[in-house]
C-alpha cells in the first residue's frame, strides 16, 4: 500500500542541472524519512542523500554540498533530488526509499534498512 514513483531522470550534458521527484503515497512525510540511493552499473548501490521526518538533511560522499539538494513538499507528499554540476559518473539510476512501517522505526541512519522503493529513474550524464 505505500508506493514510490520516481521521475525526472533523463539526459544531461556535462555541467548541467536535473531534478527528480519521488512522489509519496500510502504513509505522510511527516511521520517518515525518505532516501535517495542510486546505482550504477556495477555491485555498489551508493546513498545520495535523506530526508527526516523533521525536515532534517543528511548528505553523502557522492553528492557534494552545495551540488546535490534534498527536499520535500509535504503537502504533495512529494520528495526532491535537485541535482547541479552533473558530471558523467553521476550517470545511474536513481531510486527512493523509506521504511513503511507506521511507526517509522527507521530514519536516515538506517536509510539502508528501508524497506518501500520505487523502480527508479535513469539519470544518464553525456556529452
Known amino acids: 500500500q505505500v508506493q514510490l514513483v520516481e521521475s525526472g531522470g533523463g539526459l544531461v550534458q556535462p555541467g548541467g542541472s536535473l531534478t527528480l521527484s519521488c512522489a509519496v503515497s500510502?504513509?505522510?512525510?511527516?511521520?517518515?524519512?525518505v532516501s535517495w540511493f542510486r546505482r550504477a552499473p556495477g555491485p555498489e548501490r551508493e546513498e545520495v542523500a535523506c530526508?527526516?521526518?523533521?525536515?532534517?538533511?543528511?548528505y553523502y560522499a557522492v553528492s557534494r554540498k552545495g551540488r546535490f539538494t534534498i527536499s520535500r513538499d509535504s503537502a504533495q507528499s512529494t520528495v526532491y533530488l535537485q541535482m547541479n554540476s552533473l558530471e558523467p559518473e553521476d550517470t545511474a539510476v536513481y531510486y527512493c526509499?523509506?521504511?513503511?512501517?507506521?511507526?517509522?522505526?527507521?530514519?536516515?541512519?538506517?536509510?539502508?534498512?528501508?524497506?518501500?522503493w520505487g523502480q527508479g529513474t535513469q539519470v544518464t550524464v553525456s556529452s
Open positions: 526509499a523509506t521504511d513503511p512501517s507506521p511507526e517509522g522505526t527507521y530514519g536516515c541512519v538506517d536509510a539502508r534498512l528501508f524497506g518501500s
Open positions: 530526508i527526516s521526518r523533521r525536515g532534517e538533511t543528511t
Open positions: 500510502g504513509l505522510s512525510l511527516n511521520y517518515h524519512a
